[in-house]
Every structure is written in C-alpha cells, then in structure tokens.
C-alpha cells in the first residue's frame, strides 16, 4: 500500500511561486508513474502534470506549460512540483497520484493511489 502526502501549498500573490512536495511511504516509489492534478471549486478535477517512474518522461497541460516544472527524488520518495509566474486561476487543491502500471497519464482514473491535496491560492 503506498500512502502520499502533499505539502507547501499556501497563499501566494500574482506572478509568485510555490514548490509542492508529494512524500510517499509504504513503499518506494522509484517504479511507480506519478502525477499532479488540482480541483478548484465547483470544477472537475483536471490534470496538472505527470512523471514517468524513471524521471526521464514529464507531461504538462497547455495551461501551465512553461509555468511548471515536474520533477523526482527516488532517493527521498518523493514528487515536486515547481510552480512560478502563478495565476488567479491555477487557485486549487492540488493532488499528486500514482500508479505502477502503464495507462493514460492525464487521466485521473488511470491513478491507484491520491494524497488528500494541498490547498494553493493566488492572489490577484
């Protein structure tokens, strides 16, 4: 069973940045892909970004492309998300997820297990 737990969401004013952490443990996370997805308030959860199980494959959406950086310590189980020049509208709760299998990355169904997010909000 792996269990996952965000952290370093907060409040943060337009153009600003945060780093999410996603902290594994049950089990080592080096042969799991793992991926970022947020929810803002009365949305459907939608994808952010996700990393292969090796780090060498990374996959965004247009919406944060060039914004956000993806990345992994096998080392330390643990998943980040580098956020900079953030806008009002990525204000969401941010999960990561992860999965040992293959499947579509940018589909929420495709992830067996969710940490219970992280809640970021930017100013305007």
């Known amino acids: 069973q792996v269990q996952l737990v965000e952290s370093g969401g907060g409040l943060v004013q337009t153009g600003g940045s945060l780093r999410l952490s996603c902290a594994g443990s049950g089990r080592t996370l080096n042969s799991y892909n793992m991926g970022w997805f947020r929810q803002a308030p009365g949305k459907e959860r939608q994808f952010v970004s996700a990393?292969?199980?090796?780090?060498?494959?990374?996959y965004y959406a247009d919406s944060v492309k060039g914004r956000f950086t993806i990345s992994r310590d096998n080392a330390k189980n643990t998943l980040y998300l580098q956020m900079d020049n953030l806008e009002p509208e990525d204000t969401a709760v941010y999960y990561c997820?992860?999965?040992?299998?293959?499947?579509?990355?940018?589909?929420?169904?495709?992830?067996?297990?969710w940490g219970p997010g992280t809640q970021v909000t930017v100013s305007s």
């Open positions: 990393i292969s199980w090796s780090g060498i494959y990374t």
């Open positions: 997820a992860a999965n040992a299998g293959e499947g579509q990355y940018d589909d929420d169904n495709y992830y067996n297990y």
